[in-house]
């Protein structure tokens, strides 16, 4: 079972940036797909963006222009780059992975249920 820690969330004034980490314990991480969620007060998780192990990326609506998601093989960690933040973007940030084999083309999935270990989460709060 891998274990999956988030770092980096914190307070932050709206327009303004953060950069989340996501390490894995993996040995095989980079066969891994890897996804962010997020899950605001009161409403269900929803995805934010996903990466898999051929570096093909897929964003949510709200997340295209503004967020990246990044990983690093060698140090076994995703990233998610967050700019231009807005107060909507406040929510707990979760880390995802999954180590369905999935062929070169495959595109990340967008359903948790796709996902089978899941970080602690990281807050993530935006002023305006």
């Known amino acids: 079972q891998v274990q999956l820690v988030e770092s980096g969330g914190g307070l932050v004034q709206a327009g303004g940036s953060l950069r989340l980490s996501c390490a894995a314990s993996?040995?095989?991480?980079?066969?891994?797909?890897m996804g962010w969620f997020r899950q605001a007060p009161g409403k269900e998780r929803e995805f934010v963006a996903g990466?898999?192990?051929?570096?093909?990326?897929v964003y949510a609506d709200s997340a295209k222009g503004r967020l990246t998601i990044s990983r690093d093989n060698a140090k076994n960690t995703v990233y998610l780059q967050m700019n231009s933040l807005k107060p909507e973007d406040t929510a707990v940030y979760y880390c995802?992975?999954?180590?369905?084999?999935?062929?070169?083309?495959?595109?990340?999935?967008?359903?948790?249920?796709?996902?089978?270990?899941w970080g602690q989460g990281t807050h993530v709060t935006v002023s305006s």
């Open positions: 993996a040995r095989t991480f980079s066969t891994y797909t």
């Open positions: 995802a992975g999954d180590s369905r084999s999935r062929p070169v083309y495959a595109i990340p999935p967008n359903s948790h249920y796709e996902y089978t270990n």
């Open positions: 990466i898999t192990w051929s570096f093909n990326t």
